[in-house]
């Protein structure tokens, strides 16, 4: 979000104003190009829309068409031909809209690349069944529907390999290439090479104080790291403004860990947990939306917690099922193939690791 549509006090660190990054990029292209789309999974395959690159051009009255579906609840807006322009699920934040078609790749690590014409945002309150009646949301669609001003997606690709620094009005960086950790002095490649516990405060090398007053301190050593749930943390919290908790069990908002996120009351499982045996891997995927948090347990030695959290994007060209997160194997956040592919369909690793699924 920019500095003016930002909500709740940032006692410590400084208020990011974000510039455009879109045009120009490396890791993001708003021009959907025609060999890609010609590529791209049919329900991504969508011509680029121009009536929609301005906030809320195209829907007129008569011309949309609001939808309740089930499991999860939520609500649609379908446009004058019935195509869904945006998604809104009862309890959550995350909102998906369509806009402009984007490719996100990371081609130092992977050939795979994310067409799509989802942009995920934040809006400032849970929706609930009627929601596109109330004032604040009528405000909040009217900004943001055909905007290309940063959403989630754009900001987790500003965190990858060799994305560059990028810094507020009074020069602190606050996006970049970021590392997964520190390098574990008693660990090897392939086993604990690198330490976790990295937050978003340790990536941007200042004092955040959360909401409860608890104040954490960076760890020089942690500089420009971020572990799996630490990027979701500087993702939703610190970028989009999603409230944070501290730890765990202090504060009110986004667990620290990626089983707090995955056993805590926010938003809407839309994979329920069942437990984290490889019985328990789900039997239907297809319910994922682009913007879910998805749930992973990889390592048998963490016990009854799930231990890896990532950020749903949708297909890439390819058909596959595609998320992003910050793993060791990487060192940092990542769609490659290092340490297993970033797929959720098939039988790959993180296929099989698979528990479950949040829309915040």
């Known amino acids: 979000m920019s500095a003016k549509t930002k909500r709740g006090p940032r006692p410590v660190l400084h208020a990011v104003t974000v510039i455009s990054l879109l045009a120009g990029s490396a890791y993001l292209t708003v021009e959907l190009r025609k060999d890609e789309q010609a590529k791209a999974p049919a329900v991504q395959a969508v011509t680029d829309n121009p009536a929609l690159r301005s906030s809320g051009a195209g ?11 089930q499991n999860p609840d939520r609500t649609l807006l379908r446009g004058a031909d019935g195509e869904v322009l945006a998604s809104f699920t009862d309890g959550a934040r995350t909102a998906t809209l369509t806009g402009p ?3 996100f790749t990371e081609p130092a690590t992977t050939k795979s690349r994310v067409v799509t014409e989802d942009w995920v945002r934040l809006m400032p309150y849970q929706w609930k069944k009627g929601a596109e009646k109330e004032k604040w949301f009528k405000d909040w669609f009217k900004e943001f529907f055909g905007s290309e001003e940063d959403d989630l997606f754009a900001m987790a690709f500003q965190y990858v390999d060799q994305a560059p620094v990028k810094k507020d009005d009074e020069g602190v960086p606050y996006a970049g290439d970021a590392n997964f950790g520190p390098i574990n002095p ?8 690198r330490l976790e516990e990295s937050d978003f405060f340790d990536y941007l090398g200042m004092p955040y104080t959360f909401r409860n007053g608890t104040t954490m301190q960076p760890r020089p050593e942690r500089a420009r ?10 993702v939703f919290g610190y970028r989009a403004r999603y409230p944070l908790m501290a730890t765990d ?30 019985a328990d891997r ?5 319910v994922l939306q682009p913007g879910d948090l998805v749930f992973f347990k990889l390592d048998q030695r ?13 297909h890439d060209t390819d058909g596959h099922k595609i998320f992003v997160s910050s793993r060791e194997e990487a060192n940092g956040p990542t769609i490659g193939d290092k340490g297993g592919t970033s797929r959720l369909d098939g039988n790959g690793y993180y296929a099989t ?4 699924a949040k829309r915040l």
Not at 59 to 69: D, P, S, T, V, Y
Not at 353 to 356: D, F, K, M
Request: aromatic residues 4%; proline residues 5%.
């Open 59 to 69: 829907i007129k009255n008569g011309e949309q068409r609001w939808e309740r579906l």
């Open 101 to 103: 078609s984007r490719t």
């Open 186 to 193: 008693n660990g090897s490649p392939g086993n604990d090479y």
């Open 225 to 234: 790291s971020m572990d799996c749930s630490g990027f979701i943390r500087t």
């Open 249 to 278: 069990t202090l504060g009110d908002g986004l667990p620290r860990t990626a089983n707090g996120m995955a056993r805590s009351d926010r938003g809407t499982d839309i994979i329920e947990l069942k437990g984290i045996t490889p």
């Open 282 to 286: 789900p039997k239907n995927i297809d």
């Open 302 to 314: 963490t016990k009854q917690r799930l231990d890896h959290v990532g950020l749903y994007l949708g």
């Open 353 to 356: 690791t698979l528990r479950s």
